[in-house]
């Protein structure tokens, strides 16, 4: 697994927290605890800064990976 350049933790690590936010709709400090319940701990302003950095092209990826409509 390889970290992102400049950031501290795994690109899985930082990528899962910003996919279950937008993904779930979840607030950043259950995202948190769902990371420190998995040994990674963030605090949650690392959550929204990873947020805030990368959450364009995650949501950009869950809208393209949605079933189209259908006839």
């Known amino acids: 697994m390889s ?6 933790f795994l690109r899985a690590v930082i990528g899962y927290a910003v996919w ?5 709709a979840l607030s950043l400090l ?15 302003e ?3 800064d990873w947020v805030a950095r990368f959450g364009g092209m995650s ?6 990976e949605r079933p189209g409509s259908a006839d």
């Open 3 to 8: 970290r992102i350049k400049g950031f501290r």
């Open 20 to 24: 279950a936010s937008h993904r779930f």
């Open 30 to 44: 259950v995202v948190e605890d769902m990371r420190a319940a998995r040994g990674a701990r963030v605090s949650y």
């Open 46 to 48: 690392t959550v929204r």
């Open 59 to 64: 949501m950009a990826r869950i809208r393209r």
